[in-house]
């Protein structure tokens, strides 16, 4: 997913029996800083396309503890119909490869300004998208998560808990 959050964002886990209100995952000029609206390069190409690809398919290669990223300048419209897709796709964060769980880097901000703002990443999180987004909407509105999702996966010393966890068999 190209988008993440500050390693300073509060996060509460998501409790089924007292949800409260859906925690604002924002990349619109609400919450950014000098041009950086939550939104990261993974990969130097920072077109709008990549990113609308990211959204729906998410990243295919390594992001590890300690990479640093660039942040990507504005704020990109339209995200709504990838998100509602998503959405759309699972009804149950229980459910194996729910399309609606979502996995964010929980990021260092090191400074600068627009694209020359850089970020380093210190863990990971899930976010399960909550509900429909709306055409103008500049935030995804969902709920963080502990999880463990199918695939591969790391072990970093230091890195920060933050809920998103891998399985690995040990003899």
Avoid at 51 to 64: H, M, S, V
Avoid at 102 to 110: E, Q
């Amino acid at each position: 997913m190209p988008l993440g959050i500050d390693e300073r964002t509060p996060i509460t886990f998501y409790d089924p029996e007292n949800p409260g209100p859906p925690y604002p995952l924002h990349w619109g000029s609400s919450n950014g800083q000098a041009g950086n609206f939550g939104i990261l390069e993974f990969d130097g190409n920072n077109a709008a396309t990549t990113y609308y690809d990211y959204l729906e398919k998410g990243f295919d290669q390594e992001l590890r503890i300690g990479q640093r990223l660039s942040t990507v300048p504005g704020v990109r419209r339209g995200s709504y119909e990838v998100i509602n897709t998503r959405v759309e796709g699972c009804s149950d964060f229980r459910e194996l490869d729910c399309s609606r769980i979502i996995l964010v880097p929980v990021y260092k901000d090191l400074g600068g300004t627009g694209d020359n703002r850089t970020v380093e990443i210190r863990g990971f999180a899930y976010f399960y998208l909550a509900e429909h987004m709306a055409r103008n909407a500049t935030d995804i509105r969902g709920y963080f998560i502990k999880h463990a999702q199918s695939g591969t996966g790391f072990v970093e010393p230091g890195a920060i808990d933050r809920g998103a966890y891998t399985i690995r068999l040990i003899e």
